[in-house]
Nanobody, 124 residues
Framework: QVTLVESGGGSVQVGGSLRLSCAAP????????IGWFRQAPEKERLFVAAITWGGGRTNYSDSAKGRFTVSRDNAEKTAYLQMNNLEPEDTGVYYCAADRSGALNRKIADYEHWGQGTQVTVFS
């Protein structure tokens, strides 16, 4: 079991940056792949990025590649999503999720635990 709490969302102008955090109090956090997903209003939840438990492998959606960086600090039991050069299409609620399998999965159904989400709004 792991309890995920996201933070760091906000409103930012096009081209700006934000860093999202995903923290958990449980030591078991370090055993999970962490994924980031975005859900725009009235749209399905989409994969953004993922990082394996040790941080050695990452995976990104095509829209995130080159602009976003996923990382983690297991000593702090926190994962991060650094988002640069933000676009209006990046607007949505961002969720982090945990997957015990160790794989870099991109499907919602592969993730067992979810945070409550943090809102990101990009305006022009």
């Amino acid at each position: 079991q792991v309890t995920l709490v996201e933070s760091g969302g906000g409103s930012v102008q096009v081209g700006g940056s934000l860093r999202l955090s995903c923290a958990a109090p449980e030591r078991t956090f370090n055993s999970y792949t962490i994924g980031w997903f975005r859900q725009a209003p009235e749209k399905e939840r989409l994969f953004v990025a993922a990082i394996t438990w040790g941080g050695g492998r990452t995976n990104y959606s095509d829209s995130a590649k080159g602009r976003f960086t996923v990382s983690r600090d297991n000593a702090e039991k926190t994962a991060y999503l650094q988002m640069n050069n933000l676009e209006p299409e990046d607007t949505g609620v961002y969720y982090c999720a945990a997957d015990r399998s160790g794989a870099l999965n991109r499907k919602i159904a592969d993730y067992e635990h979810w945070g409550q989400g943090t809102q990101v709004t990009v305006f022009s």
